[in-house]
């Protein structure tokens, strides 16, 4: 069973930086490595979009279009944890931040933090 919480989130200035992680404290140490992670947002009034994936060993990533050059998606499996590291932040950028974890051959993300929200202001 994966078990995940968001952590990092805070109010920062344009052009600033943030690290957001993702920590499974899930019973079973095996587990989180065998899942894709993902991060997701929701901005104010609008709907949920991926923001970026990586697969289970970290070889493999994806970044939308809209945060592609600026963020990086990473994982340490050894300590059950996925982060998004943010740089060059905009107004834009501002949402509810989810992480989320998916087993390669599941058609849905099956497991959900609780958000950490990410404000940047102008």
């Known amino acids: 069973q994966v078990q995940l919480e968001e952590s990092g989130g805070g109010l920062v200035q344009a052009e600033g930086s943030l690290r957001l992680s993702c920590a499974d404290s899930g019973r079973t140490f095996s587990t989180f490595s065998v899942y894709a992670m993902g991060w997701f947002r929701r901005p104010p009034g609008k709907e949920r979009e991926l923001v970026a994936t990586?697969?289970?060993?970290?070889?493999?990533?994806y970044y939308a279009d809209s945060v592609k050059g600026r963020f990086t998606i990473s994982r340490d499996n050894a300590k059950k944890t996925a982060y998004l590291e943010m740089n060059s932040l905009k107004p834009e950028d501002t949402a509810v931040y989810y992480c989320?974890?998916?087993?390669?051959?599941?058609?849905?993300?099956?497991?959900w933090g609780q958000g950490t929200q990410v404000t940047v202001s102008s």
């Open positions: 989320a974890a998916k087993a390669l051959s599941a058609q849905v993300w099956n497991y």
């Open positions: 990586i697969s289970p060993s970290g070889l493999t990533t």
